[in-house]
C-alpha cells in the first residue's frame, strides 16, 4: 500500500507542482521509506510553497530528529505546535526529542497533550504507555498499551511494548 500511496502522491504533484501539501506528502512517504535524501528534497519543496504547514514543519522535525540534530528539532516541533496546537505528531515528536535529552518528564507530559489531542491513534497511545513503563508507572503504561491495542489490534507497536513491559516485570 505504501508504494502506491507514493505513486499517487508523486502523480498529484506532476498534476500540481505548486501544491505545498502534496509534496509534504510525498516526503512523509519518502521519509517512511528510509530515504532521507528524497524526504529532505520534497519537504524544502513543500515548505518553500507551503511554509505554514504545519505537520510539514513537524516533519522537519522527524528528519532532524533521526540525525541526532535534538536542540533544532526541538525547535521545529515548537514551530509546528505555534502554527498548529491539536497536531499530534508535533507534540509526539517534541516529546520524544525531550525524552532522547534525558527531560523524561517534560517528554511524557507532550506524549500525553499528543494522545489528548489525538485519543483515537493508537500511536500516540503506544509511545505514551511505553514512556510511562520507562519511568517505573507501570499501571499507567498498562492502561494506554491496552487501550491502544484496542484502537488498532493490528499495529503492533503496541503489542510490542506491552511484551517488553511484561519482560521487565519479570526480571
Known amino acids: 500500500a505504501l508504494p502506491i500511496s507514493l505513486a499517487a502522491a508523486r502523480a498529484a504533484t506532476e498534476r500540481r507542482p ?16 528510509g530515504r532521507t535524501a528524497e524526504a529532505e ?3 524544502d519543496r513543500a515548505l518553500a510553497l507551503s511554509p505554514r504547514n504545519a505537520q510539514a514543519v513537524a516533519l522537519k522535525g522527524f528528519l532532524l530528529a533521526a540525525r541526532y540534530r535534538s536542540r533544532e ?8 505546535l505555534e502554527l498548529d496546537p491539536g497536531l499530534g505528531n508535533a507534540w509526539l515528536g517534541r ?15 507532550d506524549l500525553l497533550i499528543a494522545a489528548a489531542t489525538e485519543p483515537q491513534r493508537a500511536l ?11 519511568a517505573g508507572q ?8 491496552e ?8 499495529d503492533p507497536t503496541a503489542w510490542l511494548y ?6 521487565q516485570r519479570n526480571e
Open 73 to 80: 528539532a526541538e525547535a521545529e516541533f515548537t514551530r509546528a
Open 41 to 43: 528534497a520534497a519537504l
Open 95 to 109: 516529546g520524544l526529542v525531550r525524552i532522547r535529552q534525558g527531560r523524561g518528564a517534560e517528554g511524557r507530559n
Open 124 to 134: 500516540l497511545r503506544s509511545y505514551l504507555g511505553k514512556a510511562q513503563a520507562d
Open 162 to 167: 506491552a511484551a517488553l513491559l511484561h519482560q
Open 138 to 145: 507501570g499501571g499507567k503504561a498498562i492502561h494506554e498499551l
Open 147 to 154: 487501550l491502544a491495542r484496542t484502537l488498532d489490534a493490528r
Open 18 to 33: 505548486g501544491s505545498g501539501f502534496a509534496w509534504a506528502r510525498v516526503a512523509e512517504l519518502e521519509f517512511g521509506f
